[in-house]
Each structure stands twice: as C-alpha cells, then as structure tokens.
C-alpha cells in the first residue's frame, strides 16, 4: 500500500478498506491461533490471584451481558474487556512481536472478541478486525525502536489504545475519516508506567485491558463525532515526541506505514514455550540445557553469567 497523508490517516485507509480475502491464508491461519492462544491463557489464568478479583471489583457498579472468559461475571462492554485484557496478559505466557516490542493479542483479542459479540458480528469480521490492529500494532510499537520502556513505560500501555481502537472501529464500522479521529483520541488515553518491577505489583497486567477500554472509547467517541488531534504520531506532542525524550536510538516513524498491506508483521509474532518474559526464555533454554547435559545440581554452581541483548536490558 503506498499511503498518503498521516501516519493514522494510512492506519485507518487500510482498517477501513481491509476484508479477509485481501489477507494472506498464512497469515489468516497464524492469526487464528493467535487468538487461540490468547483464549487459552486468559482461561488459565481465571484460576490465578490476580483474575477475579479484578472481576469481583468490577461487577461493583458494572451491569451487562459481556462475558468473561473462564469467570462467570457478566459485565458491561468495556470492563469485560478490561477483565478480558488482565487475564490474556496475566501470566506473561501471550505472544510477543519483537519488532513491534508488545504482547499484541492482549490488547487486539478484547475488544475484538467482546464487541464482534456484542454487535453480532460474524467470524470473518471479528478475524479481519483483529488482524488490523495486530497489524497495526506491531508497526505503532516498532517505529518506537524501543524507546518506551528505555523511557520508563510500559509499550503495551502505550501502543494498546491505537489498536484498540482500530479493532473496536473497524466492528462499529467505522470510516476513513473516524477511524483517524480514533486514533487521535486514542493519544490522551495512552499510558502504562513500568514502576511495577519494583515491587512486582499487578498493574502490568492492567495495562492492555486498560488499552482495549480506551481504544474502545476513542472509537465510539468518533463514531459519535467528537474531534480528535489528525496526526497523534508525529505531531509536536504526538506519541513518540512525548514519550521518547532518552536521545537513543531516534524513531523511524516510516516503519509504522512501510509495506503496509503487503508486508505482514503479525506472521514473526512469536508464541512463548514458557510464562515467562520473552527475554528470558532463551537464557531459562540454556540453563536447562547445560543441567542435563552435565548433570549439574544447585551445589556445583558457583555463579552464573549471562548475556543477553541490549533491549532486555532497557526491560
């Protein structure tokens, strides 16, 4: 797709004009499982502390038919996908796009599965809408060059509203012209501090449901016609000016529309073997590989070195 106009301009001309056919099968079959995988971990981790009682909290004042995946609650539209985006992300266990630095199904499966249900929708629209904000994410998050969490946020709380948004859009039908005000209302509702690791609090978990709730938001506030910034990428105090200042790497904001429509980031997203955080996976392999192989215990250990990638430093 050679896009013209803003960076949201060119997100939403591929939303608004996306049907399944136009998608590659592989890539409709790596999608699927996707949300396969992301149903699976949110019933799993409905067993976990963390998973009712954002429910239970939430059933306090929230009245609706929306389901919450392995818990019986029955919530209104935005908190089920609020519940929905904690225990997708919950056990860090969801997919992982390295190049878009993000967790996309946590933020994309939400308000995809919540609203195609809510509105009737068919498969084939729940799974075309789902694949858009995938899509769109990975390339909102990899034009950051991980300057996110090198700046202190968390990039699933920053990328998440933009997809969201454009999920929640594309199955409220929204045009060329609403899905871009979407975006642009989706900018005041990014946000997601990495203040957590340092007492492994829960609020890592909330931040794609929070995202899905503000995408969601953003896009029936534009589909009701209320005006949102054109350009929230890269504007003045756009995405990457307010959130990026660290003078490391600059952004690239062309990776955000390059080969948009032909080239399919979603097809590297990545499904984790362990719950564990996708840095860590490859040093966890190795650890258990040299067990085995020398038959080590805890007491031949002296210590451990490990080397790991600049970006899982920044983590």
């Not at 202190?152 to 998440?160: P, T």
């Not at 005000?181 to 890592?204: C, P, V, Y």
């Not at 910034?229 to 529309?257: K, M, N, S």
Request: net charge negative.
């Amino acid at each position: 797709m050679s896009g013209s106009g803003s960076i949201a301009r060119q997100l939403a001309r591929f939303t608004a004009g996306l049907s399944l056919d136009a998608i590659p099968t592989e890539s409709r079959h790596h999608a699927k499982l996707q949300l396969l995988d992301a149903i699976g971990i949110a019933l799993a981790s409905s067993t976990q502390a963390f998973g009712r009682p954002a429910a239970d909290g939430l059933q306090l004042l929230s009245q609706g038919d929306a389901l919450v995946i392995g818990l019986p609650h029955r919530l209104a539209v935005r908190d089920a996908i609020l519940v929905n985006g904690i225990l997708i992300h919950g056990l860090d266990f969801d997919d992982t796009s390295i190049h878009g630095r993000v967790h996309p199904s946590s933020f994309c499966a939400p308000p995809a599965l919540t609203l195609a249900a809510e509105k009737g929708r068919r498969g084939a629209e729940l799974l075309t809408a789902y694949i858009a904000g995938l899509e769109c994410a990975i390339r909102i998050g990899g034009a950051s060059k991980g300057g996110f969490p090198r700046n202190g946020f968390d990039a699933g709380g920053i990328v998440s509203p933009f997809a969201a948004a454009l999920v929640a859009g594309k199955l409220l039908e929204l045009d060329e012209a609403e899905l871009t005000l979407a975006q642009g209302l989706a900018l005041s509702t990014a946000g997601g501090t990495r203040e957590f690791i340092d007492r492994m609090a829960w609020t890592k978990r909330m931040h794609p449901g929070w995202g899905g709730v503000g995408g969601t938001t953003a896009a029936l506030l534009a589909k009701g016609g209320f005006r949102g910034p054109d350009h929230p990428y890269e504007g003045r105090f756009g995405l990457y000016a307010q959130y990026i200042r660290d003078g490391g790497d600059p952004v690239d904001l062309a990776l955000a529309t390059e080969g948009l429509g032909t080239r399919w980031h979603l097809d590297d997203v990545s499904f984790k073997p362990l719950p564990a955080c996708y840095f860590n996976i490859a040093p966890i392999d190795a650890a258990a590989a040299l067990a085995r192989q020398h038959d080590l215990t805890p007491d031949d250990i002296a210590g451990v070195t490990v080397l790991v990638p600049e970006a899982a430093v920044n983590t």
